[in-house]
């Protein structure tokens, strides 16, 4: 789990700790876990307990309670568990609750598009706006579009299945529809038509298309964020010792993680390390870097596919 691999990671034969506080060990925090992956424009964020807004940077771990703001032109792209969120210009959106089975968000104004790629028997999924709540309920692509004033929010289903609360009745948005929530009031309205999808959620699509055919996932799971990163930086080698390895491309021969970035202290799991590269999220919180006769030192997870979670 990621707590686990934050506080092991082994390179040239020295153990790096995460240096987890004690009150984060007290408490057990979730296995599940955010990060910031793509970035355009001005895009600020405010981690929990805090009170400055600050830019927000590459592979910046996300928990309950962080929020995000967007200006207008940036935009941005964050992973939760095996979820993709794509956040549209001029959005707010908080994180109300990461945990290991539950992901709730609320969308303050603007838009968000999520590509839900796995939801257990008992995982919610939920998206809080200021006319009623959504539940997603399978699999697929949904979009979420509110107001600046946030008077009125449409549900659109791409692909999928969803649940819309608004007080205490509950509308079924099927695949392939929009519903249209206005505030202060009992009844939804149907959308005459489904959203269209705009320059933002096109690009948000694309970058989840690609990630979807990522060969990596014959070798790690979905779970374990920032896999998606790692066919277009480097490649998988067998090794007789470590089985699949996975190596950084374009770098140079002397290279060596721990160079090119920095700790931060970061709730619920105390010092974390925050790499610059594109790729430097999955590598550094699961993994085990080792070196391999001379050249780039080579990122593996032991057992499975399946035990990197």
């Known amino acids: 789990m990621f707590r686990h691999r934050l506080a092991v990671i082994v390179f040239s034969a020295a153990v790096l700790c995460g240096c987890q506080s004690a009150s984060s060990q007290a408490n057990d925090p979730p296995a599940r876990v955010g990060r910031v ?20 940077s590459l592979n910046y771990p996300l928990t309950t309670g962080d929020a995000l703001w967007s200006d207008a032109g940036a935009r941005a792209e964050i992973h939760i568990g095996a979820s993709t969120v794509s956040i549209a210009p001029s959005t707010s959106l908080a994180l109300d609750a990461i945990e290991d089975s539950l992901v709730q968000l609320r969308v303050g104004q603007g838009a968000i598009h999520i590509r839900l790629r796995e939801l257990g028997p008992y995982d919610s999924y939920e998206i809080d706006t200021p006319s009623g709540t959504v539940v997603l309920q399978a699999i697929g692509e949904y979009r979420i579009d509110v107001t600046p ?16 609360y608004v007080g205490d009745q509950t509308y079924r948005v099927p695949s392939g529809s929009s519903l ?22 096109s690009w948000a699509r694309s970058r989840d298309q690609q990630e979807d055919a990522v060969a ?14 790692l066919d277009q930086y480097g490649d998988w080698q067998a090794d007789a010792t470590y089985g699949a390895v996975w190596y950084p491309r374009s770098v140079q021969a002397d290279w060596a993680p721990y160079r090119s970035g920095r700790w931060e202290s970061v709730e619920p799991w105390g010092w974390t390390w925050i790499d610059d590269n594109p790729w430097g999220f999955a590598p550094f919180h699961y993994g085990r870097w080792s070196h391999d006769r001379g050249r780039p030192a080579g990122a593996r997870w032991p057992g499975d596919r399946h035990d990197t979670g």
Not at 38 to 49: C, E, I, Q, R
Not at 181 to 200: K, M, N, R, Y
């Open 216 to 229: 990596s996932t014959r070798y790690v799971s979905r779970d374990m964020v920032g896999y998606e990163d």
């Open 37 to 56: 992956s793509a970035v355009t424009g001005a895009v600020s964020f405010l981690p929990v307990g805090e009170n400055d807004w600050s830019a927000a």
């Open 149 to 164: 004033d946030g008077r009125r929010a449409i549900v659109t289903v791409r692909d999928g299945d969803a649940d819309v």
């Open 180 to 201: 249209t929530l206005i505030g202060g009031t009992a009844q939804p309205i149907a959308a005459s038509q489904v959203v269209a999808p705009d320059s933002w959620e």
